[in-house]
């Protein structure tokens, strides 16, 4: 299988920074892709940033980081301050380098992990304080070349909102090869394209070499960044609460980050093998 040949469609105009938010239905493995990127990006010199956006939040965890977070989403008080300005109008650019020291924390790779928790659905036209918020760090995390942003998000985007999911460069949809996965990849684009994300590559996880996986993909319309086989390491991973990086094989992850550079810099920077 050589996904590389699908990317053409995604290689236009993003910019220099990675802007990547991961979605898919539950228990894919978007936290599992989100950790293990992250890890990979810092491993190579990026300045890598990773927002649990799942109610679930184990994005942390999966990270080694073994401190509790506070959700951004309990800091009403300090939102409203920053955002909600007199006769209910709200700051376009609230303050917020501080809660990036206050409320976030390093894993030993150094990639800075934030939680959002659960937020309102934002949706079209809402333009909640926390949206306004989000919107805020997620320009704040990310400035300069080799910064990398990874939100690991719930089934759904539509929380994110129009106006914070406009920063988002691509939206990586992983899905399973099984019957549903067509429909699935169908509606995460109808709802990314709801709220203004553009592009829409795929992930296949959890790839058991049989007849029916294959078929899956081949009518898989989008860019396929790689494939992750089936593997009881992950599992095990997970039971054990050790990051999947530490003890599972990387290789499709490495290629998937390595599709993703070609994809944002056009050429294949990525040596990590
Ligand atoms: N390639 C794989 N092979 C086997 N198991 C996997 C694979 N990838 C992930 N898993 C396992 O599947 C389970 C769900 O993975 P993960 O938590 O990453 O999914 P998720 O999409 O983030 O789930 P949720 O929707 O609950 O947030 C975990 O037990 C994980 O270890
Ligand atoms: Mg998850």
Redesign the pocket.
């Known amino acids: 299988m050589k996904p590389a040949k699908y990317l053409n469609f995604v290689v236009c105009k993003l910019p220099k920074e990675m802007k990547l938010a991961i979605s898919?239905?539950?228990?894919?493995?978007?936290?599992?892709?989100?950790?293990v990127l992250a890890h990979l990006f810092a491993r190579d010199g990026y300045r890598v940033t990773a927002i649990d956006c799942?109610a679930?939040m184990?994005l942390p965890s999966?990270l080694g980081i073994k401190t509790k977070i506070k959700p951004l989403s309990e800091l009403k008080d300090l939102i409203e301050e920053r955002v909600v300005m007199p006769l209910g109008t709200y700051r376009l650019n609230p303050k917020v380098d501080d809660v990036f020291e206050l409320y976030s924390a390093y894993n030993e790779d150094g990639v800075r992990v934030l939680v959002l928790g659960t937020i309102e659905k934002g949706g079209e036209g809402c333009f909640c304080p926390e949206n306004a918020f989000l919107r805020a760090i997620l320009r704040h995390a990310i400035f300069r070349e080799k910064d990398v942003l990874i939100l690991?998000m719930?089934?759904g985007v539509e929380h994110l909102g129009r106006g914070t999911a406009r920063g988002v460069d691509l939206l990586i949809a992983?899905v399973e090869p099984g019957s549903r996965a067509i429909e699935t990849l169908e509606r995460i684009k109808k709802l990314s394209e709801d709220i203004g994300i553009e592009k829409l590559a795929v992930v296949v996880?959890?790839?058991i070499d049989n007849e029916m996986s294959r078929s899956v993909i081949s009518r898989i319309k989008y860019p396929i960044l790689g494939i992750?086989?089936?593997?009881?390491?992950?599992?095990?991973?997970?039971?054990e609460n050790i990051p999947?990086y530490k003890i599972c094989d990387l290789k499709p992850f490495i290629d998937i980050k390595n599709a993703l550079e070609k994809v944002v810099y056009g050429k294949n920077r990525g040596n990590t093998a």
């Open positions: 898919g239905k539950g228990g894919v493995g978007k936290t599992t892709l989100a950790s799942d679930a184990n999966a690991d719930e089934a992983v996880n959890k790839f992750i086989p089936y593997s009881e390491c992950f599992i095990k991973a997970d039971i999947p």
